[in-house]
């Protein structure tokens, strides 16, 4: 699936949901929390930043990072090469629309505050 900050697409999806991110350079995902699922983040390659509530990690290859439900969260690749992660989603409901966006740096609609 295409998205304005790179792609991901679905490795599994029963129990958990597992995905592969692409964030390319110079882009950064939307700040957003969830409701209904928790996510560890895996980094293959590249660098970037991510932020979880008030908490701040450099991301590099190896690097893990836990996000619980409704922690605030972002990733950024602010590196010259993509950004590759591996989304591991546990909870009870993996679905796109419990994304609740706080920031979006690409028009798309927001949480009203």
């Known amino acids: 699936?295409?998205?304005p900050w790179g792609t991901y697409s679905v490795l599994y999806d029963s129990d958990c949901k597992v995905k592969r991110l692409v964030i390319l350079p110079g882009m950064r995902t939307s700040l957003q929390s969830h409701r209904k699922r928790d996510?560890?983040?895996v980094v293959v390659s590249g660098t970037g930043?991510?932020?979880?509530d008030d908490d701040y990690y450099f991301l590099e290859?190896?690097?893990i990072v836990e996000v619980n439900k409704p922690s605030v969260h972002r990733i950024e690749n602010a590196s010259d090469d993509n950004l590759v992660l591996i989304e591991v989603q546990t909870g009870e409901y993996f679905g796109e629309d419990d994304i609740i966006?706080?920031?979006d740096d690409y028009g798309r609609e927001v949480?009203?505050?």
């Open 1 to 3: 699936m295409t998205r």
């Open 39 to 41: 996510e560890v983040w």
């Open 49 to 52: 930043n991510a932020i979880v």
């Open 61 to 63: 290859k190896g690097s």
């Open 101 to 103: 966006r706080l920031e």
């Open 111 to 113: 949480c009203p505050g």
